[in-house]
């Protein structure tokens, strides 16, 4: 019996209490290197979402929840009023380190409201309560992964081909991810899938991380360049699309990784249906269309040098390097959540989906 771990036996995001670290896989040395970070300042949390050391919105949501935690129990403040000013000034720190993805904001924004209710009561027990909160947001996240790949399942079946792009693996989650929840479930069930990951450029999340864990584990996977998922979908090889999404507005539209939108209009023309995953969590509500959501910028050095032994581009040309697109809602046949799978018109089935999961908050 082996006893060398594959990439799928180590957390993507865990707590170590004893030392008061945030312990994640760096995931910018995947796939050649499995290297553990132990993170402890404020500095090293920020750099490790910004660098996308963690990445994925809900492992960012989890880093963020522990993070704040961790910096808390650092906070030297005997009184409410002291600590609060500070736990706010850490908080809003760790809130810039990406705009698009929200569920930072989230997260953070739960911590936040777990401090303020307590605001009564002495800082060891506030300290207290968000680390319970920080643990119900990561093990709400197992669950809701595992909801999401149950209704994904009821799309496909067995012997299908799936095309999926850049990340919403486990390596994006703390367990099973979000469009990579009906694989690895349909592996449990015996489904035999046909699983086609593009390689999503520049930072190739598709290559190096979602080929890696899907190989790891055992499923048949096959790597493409984004620039062929038009041909294999022309070939009859792909059954549906699943993808994560990092924001989705109140319309329907979603922002993923760029090169989601291509994907989904190549789709459409295929008659291939393109489905959203998304956890209540990474929908918002709040934004009526895509054309709202704030659009991360990234180095140019992405483009033109990373993954190169010599640069690959003239020096001195310009660069566009948006981290997301958006989907138009028109594209997606269906945005799948916890709560249910909702359906055009978006505008009216996400109303319902966060009514239901107001009544099931009711009955808990």
């Keep these: 019996m082996s006893n060398i771990k594959s990439i799928m036996d180590y957390d993507t995001v865990r707590l170590d209490e004893e030392k008061n670290e945030l312990v994640i896989i760096d995931q910018t040395k995947l796939p050649c290197e499995i290297e553990i970070l132990h993170l402890k300042t ?27 935690y961790i910096l808390a129990k650092n906070i030297g403040a005997s009184n409410y009023d002291d600590f609060y000013k500070e736990f706010s000034r850490i908080k809003d720190y760790l809130n810039s380190s990406r705009p698009t993805a929200v569920n930072l904001s989230w997260a953070l924004e739960r911590m936040n409201a777990v401090c303020v209710e307590h605001k009564s009561e002495p800082i060891k027990k506030i300290l207290e309560a968000l680390l319970q909160e920080a643990k119900r947001i990561q093990e709400e996240d197992i669950a809701t992964c595992r909801k999401i790949g149950e209704y994904a399942l009821t799309l496909v079946k067995p012997g299908d081909g799936l095309l999926t792009h850049c990340n919403a693996g486990q390596l994006a989650t703390s367990k099973f991810g979000t469009a990579t929840a009906p694989m690895y479930l349909g592996k449990e069930k015996g489904y035999n899938f046909h699983i086609f990951a593009d390689e999503t450029r520049p930072l190739l999340q598709g290559a190096r991380l979602t ?6 584990s055992g499923l048949d996977v096959t790597l493409i360049c984004d620039n062929m998922s038009a041909s294999v979908m022309k070939n009859g090889w792909v ?3 699943f993808t994560g999404c990092d924001r989705v507005a109140a319309n329907g539209d979603a922002a993923n ?9 190549c789709a459409n023309y295929y008659h291939i249906p393109f489905y959203i995953c998304a ?9 009526a269309a895509g054309s709202d959501i704030k659009i991360e910028q990234r180095p140019a050095e992405e483009v033109t040098e990373m993954w190169y032994k010599k640069r690959m581009a003239p020096e001195g040309i310009k660069v566009f390097n948006p981290a997301f697109d958006v989907t138009d809602n028109k594209l997606i046949a269906g945005i799948i959540t916890e709560y ?11 109303k319902d989906i966060f009514a239901e999961k107001a009544r099931n908050a009711a009955v808990r």
């Design 42 to 68: 404020a500095k090293e949390i920020w750099d490790a979402i910004y660098l996308l050391q963690v990445r994925g919105a809900p492992a960012i949501g989890v880093a963020a929840a522990y993070g704040l």
């Design 211 to 216: 080929a890696f864990e899907l190989y790891s």
């Design 239 to 241: 059954n549906a699309v």
């Design 257 to 265: 990784k760029i090169g989601t939108s291509v994907v989904a209009i």
């Design 279 to 287: 956890p209540t969590s990474s929908i918002d509500m709040s934004i």
């Design 340 to 350: 249910g799978i909702a359906r055009p018109p978006y505008s009216k089935s996400l």
